[in-house]
């Protein structure tokens, strides 16, 4: 199987860090990827996990443990503009497979 | 460089017409994939095409089609209509097909059967 399982919902306040979480089954794992997306808007690739480890770039970072099946997007001193969905996916073999997304509201 | 662009951006169609949605890939991408987002269902695979060829397709019924030219501008069709058909289409494409490629999204064409 190919099940990804995020939160559904997540709030914040604007300034803080938020950490969102996403578990896979690691069958046929061959990279963990996070995107972005505005309400109404396409998808904006933000980041790419294959081996253990966290990645840092600037405000966000992504973790994966490919041994637990388990990755997470922490987003540092949150703006407004971070309000999105964010989702977490998996390109077993040749095409994606997404999880559900994460709708986080950031809050003034 | 110009990103993915996806016509028409909305669409009205009623049951049981049929509606072609056309995408164009980032300059020298050659791979493009279709995904069908909804609300309650979220983000999921239709097909890819590579080089003119069906690489791959996802759970969908034989309704949906699509196809890739030579330039790697790609189509999707669906026939006969559905009112659950109605959903934004996303295109995305990739430099190539593979395991690590980033995929690139198009603003998508939102559907609606009515």
């Known amino acids: 199987g190919q099940n990804i399982d995020q939160p559904t919902e997540m709030t914040a306040t604007e300034g803080a860090i938020v950490q969102i979480n996403c578990t896979y089954q690691?069958?046929?794992?061959?990279?963990l990827f996070w995107y972005q997306q505005h309400a109404g808007e396409a998808p904006t690739f933000l980041s790419y996990?294959?081996?253990?480890g966290l990645e840092e770039k600037g405000r966000f970072s992504s973790f994966l443990s490919r041994s637990k099946g388990y990755s997470y997007l922490l987003l540092k001193e949150l703006q407004m503009k971070d309000s999105a969905s964010y989702l977490c996916?998996?390109?077993?073999?040749?095409?994606?497979?997404f999880g559900p997304g994460t709708r986080l509201s950031v809050l003034p | 460089k110009a990103g993915v662009t996806q016509t028409p951006r909305y669409l009205i169609k009623t049951r049981g017409q049929q509606v072609t949605l056309s995408c164009s890939p980032i300059?020298?991408?050659?791979?493009v994939s279709w995904y069908q987002q909804t609300p309650g269902q979220g983000l999921q695979f239709l097909f890819e095409?590579?080089?003119?060829?069906?690489?791959n397709k996802g759970n969908f019924p034989g309704r949906f089609s699509g196809r890739q030219f030579s330039n790697s501008r790609s189509e999707m069709n669906v026939s006969t209509l559905e009112l659950g058909d109605s959903a934004l289409y996303l295109c995305?494409?990739?430099?190539?097909?593979?395991?690590?490629?980033?995929?690139?999204f198009g603003q998508g064409t939102r559907l609606t059967v009515v």
């Open positions: 995305a494409s990739s430099l190539r097909s593979g395991r690590d490629t980033e995929a690139f």
């Open positions: 690691t069958s046929g794992f061959n990279g």
């Open positions: 996990n294959v081996l253990d």
């Open positions: 996916a998996n390109n077993y073999g040749q095409n994606f497979v």
């Open positions: 300059s020298g991408h050659r791979s």
């Open positions: 095409y590579f080089s003119e060829t069906q690489r």
